[in-house]
């Protein structure tokens, strides 16, 4: 058999291999069609891993500052479209490594104490922080929008539903601020994504770490792994350190969690507008026309939001799949750890920025939301705690006010419209005040606890989220 010369051989492994690798094995193989996205992160890492190199003495300062110049052409030309990825090269890892290696011999004392295991896990860990630093800004952005119109609308009253049915009336405010409250929650979440993945696994090695002086705390301060006093975190354990893909999940479980809740808070817009509901107007701008039906104006943005969410969704169960039987520690098939989170980040990014502009050009329509809110059966259970300040226990007051409704439907009247005398007979409790129960504003007057609708309550929200998303 033919002994290849080393220059026909793989650049990085090949010294073993008499053969190259099949042409289908280097397409199936590679990951550099979407690993390339990470070259950013890659060539930052490497510059820190030569720095930390230099400084315990195995390179020399002028094969740093070799190495480190030619990290500063490649991170200007990786933003060219003609910069050459090649597929036989494998990954964005080797691809790097071999363009460094035309400028420079140095480049071949760059992989020294490190592996590409502990590499593509300092990658990933920079890519993490900074997604969820964009997902931050993009979630602000959805937000500030939901806030604004939350403003606008603070008091327009519209009825709350539990199954769908008309339950009791809250606010646009009220109901608006609901779906803040919950990208507030992801906010967080994202943050402590970002805390997770401070953590620097270079010099894991490929698993059990190198034989070679390497100085850990250095390199992970070079890379900005490091506390709020600037102490440097590392990891614990080569083993996990390679094998680890808790920040994957948790970083896909933190976007289907933002996306549930864009999900739910899309299917609550596209309701109100229905011509069921008229709640709210969309503008033309994020919805579409049918190629049949002339009349039609459909919410495609939201309903593709929804859509978009089982994708996302997907995308975890993907990456729980792909790793559920595999052994420690690095298997093959963790490469395809990547597709499933950079299409979470770009979709929920998406997602985000279609809620933030099309919500800044919609509005509700204030006639047909005080329309639905006027049902005075909105106010039934308001009816049965005015009897418990009466004195009746409540079981018993829901039980009478039960009957009232039951004898309005029967009337085919209004409950407040019912006769007096029909309604003493049901129920003796009743003061001559009981209609004063059907006025929105007392209702919402009589609600000001913290987590109700009332106005003042609903003003302390609204402040609370203008501070923190002004600041
Ligand atoms: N492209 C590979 C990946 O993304 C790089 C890691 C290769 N490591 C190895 N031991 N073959 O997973």
Same mark, same amino acid.
């Given at each position: 058999?033919?002994?290849?010369?080393?220059?026909?051989?793989?650049?990085?492994?090949?010294?073993?291999?008499?053969?190259?690798?099949?042409?289908?094995?280097?397409?199936?193989?590679?990951?550099? %069609?979407?690993?390339?996205?990470?070259?950013?992160?890659?060539?930052?890492?490497?510059?820190?891993?030569? +720095?930390?190199?230099?400084?315990?003495?195995?390179?020399?300062?002028?094969?740093?500052?070799?190495?480190?110049?030619?990290?500063?052409?490649?991170?200007?030309?990786?933003?060219?479209?003609?910069?050459?990825?090649?597929?036989?090269?494998?990954?964005?890892?080797?691809?790097?490594?071999?363009?460094?290696?035309?400028?420079?011999?140095?480049?071949?004392?760059?992989?020294?104490?490190?592996?590409?295991?502990?590499?593509?896990?300092?990658?990933?860990?920079?890519?993490?922080?900074?997604?969820?630093?964009?997902?931050?800004?993009?979630?602000?952005?959805?937000?500030?929008?939901?806030?604004?119109?939350?403003?606008?609308?603070?008091?327009?009253?519209?009825?709350?539903?539990?199954?769908?049915?008309?339950?009791?009336?809250?606010?646009?405010?009220?109901?608006?601020?609901?779906?803040?409250? *919950?990208?507030?929650?992801?906010?967080?979440?994202?943050?402590?994504?970002?805390?997770?993945?401070?953590?620097?696994?270079? @010099?894991?090695?490929?698993?059990?770490?190198?034989?070679?002086?390497?100085?850990?705390?250095?390199?992970?301060?070079?890379?900005?792994?490091?506390?709020?006093?600037?102490?440097?975190?590392?990891?614990?354990?080569?083993?996990? *350190?390679?094998?680890?893909?808790?920040?994957?999940?948790?970083?896909?479980?933190?976007?289907?969690?933002?996306?549930?809740?864009?999900?739910?808070? +899309?299917?609550?817009?596209?309701?109100?507008?229905?011509?069921?509901?008229?709640?709210?107007?969309?503008?033309?701008?994020?919805?579409?026309?049918?190629?049949?039906?002339?009349?039609?104006?459909?919410?495609?943005?939201?309903?593709?939001?929804?859509?978009?969410?089982?994708?996302?969704?997907?995308?975890?169960?993907?990456?729980?799949?792909?790793?559920?039987?595999?052994?420690?520690?690095?298997?093959?098939?963790?490469?395809?750890?990547?597709?499933?989170?950079?299409?979470?980040?770009?979709?929920?990014?998406?997602?985000?920025?279609?809620?933030?502009?099309?919500?800044?050009? +919609? %509005?509700?329509?204030?006639?047909?939301?005080?329309? *639905?809110?006027?049902?005075?059966?909105?106010?039934?259970?308001?009816?049965?705690?005015?009897?418990?300040?009466?004195?009746?226990?409540?079981?018993?007051?829901?039980?009478?006010? @039960?009957?009232?409704? %039951?004898?309005?439907?029967?009337?085919?009247?209004?409950?407040?419209?019912?006769?007096?005398?029909? *309604?003493?007979?049901?129920?003796?409790?009743?003061?001559?005040?009981?209609?004063?129960?059907?006025?929105?504003?007392?209702?919402?007057?009589?609600?000001?606890?913290?987590?109700?609708?009332?106005?003042?309550?609903?003003?302390?929200?609204?402040?609370?989220?203008? +501070?923190?998303?002004?600041?």
């Amino acid at each position: 058999m033919p002994v290849m010369a080393l220059d026909e051989k793989q650049a990085t492994w090949g010294g073993r291999f008499s053969m190259q690798p099949d042409a289908l094995m280097q397409v199936f193989g590679e990951s550099v %069609s979407f690993d390339k996205r990470l070259a950013p992160y890659d060539l930052k890492g490497s510059l820190g891993h030569a +720095s930390m190199l230099a400084h315990v003495g195995l390179i020399s300062e002028d094969e740093f500052i070799e190495i480190k110049n030619g990290i500063d052409e490649l991170i200007e030309e990786i933003k060219s479209p003609q910069f050459t990825w090649k597929l036989e090269l494998e990954d964005v890892h080797m691809n790097l490594e071999q363009a460094l290696r035309e400028k420079t011999k140095a480049a071949d004392k760059l992989h020294t104490g490190r592996s590409r295991n502990d590499q593509v896990a300092t990658d990933m860990r920079l890519f993490f922080k900074d997604a969820c630093f964009q997902l931050k800004i993009s979630l602000e952005g959805a937000m500030s929008s939901i806030l604004n119109l939350a403003k606008k609308y603070s008091d327009l009253p519209i009825p709350g539903y539990t199954h769908l049915q008309r339950a009791q009336p809250v606010t646009v405010g009220h109901h608006l601020l609901a779906h803040l409250e *919950a990208l507030g929650r992801d906010h967080e979440r994202f943050s402590r994504v970002i805390e997770h993945a401070n953590v620097c696994p270079l @010099g894991s090695g490929a698993i059990a770490g190198s034989t070679l002086p390497l100085d850990r705390e250095f390199v992970a301060k070079e890379l900005g792994f490091v506390n709020e006093d600037g102490k440097p975190l590392i990891t614990p354990n080569g083993m996990d *350190a390679v094998a680890d893909r808790d920040l994957f999940l948790e970083f896909s479980m933190a976007c289907v969690t933002t996306s549930l809740h864009l999900s739910r808070m +899309s299917e609550d817009i596209i309701l109100w507008n229905s011509s069921e509901f008229g709640f709210i107007n969309l503008p033309d701008s994020f919805t579409t026309g049918s190629s049949l039906m002339p009349q039609k104006k459909n919410p495609d943005s939201y309903e593709l939001i929804r859509g978009k969410t089982g994708r996302i969704i997907g995308n975890l169960q993907n990456l729980c799949v792909a790793i559920k039987g595999l052994p420690l520690t690095y298997n093959r098939d963790l490469q395809e750890d990547k597709p499933p989170v950079f299409d979470s980040l770009d979709q929920l990014s998406i997602c985000l920025a279609v809620v933030t502009e099309s919500l800044k050009a +919609s %509005s509700f329509n204030e006639k047909n939301c005080r329309k *639905a809110a006027s049902d005075p059966l909105l106010l039934a259970t308001d009816l049965a705690d005015y009897l418990v300040e009466r004195g009746v226990p409540f079981r018993t007051a829901h039980h009478f006010i @039960g009957e009232l409704v %039951s004898l309005s439907e029967k009337k085919k009247v209004l409950l407040p419209n019912l006769d007096q005398e029909e *309604a003493l007979k049901i129920c003796p409790h009743l003061g001559d005040d009981w209609r004063e129960v059907f006025d929105l504003s007392r209702a919402f007057k009589k609600r000001e606890k913290p987590g109700m609708p009332g106005p003042n309550e609903i003003n302390t929200r609204l402040n609370h989220w203008t +501070s923190i998303l002004t600041s």
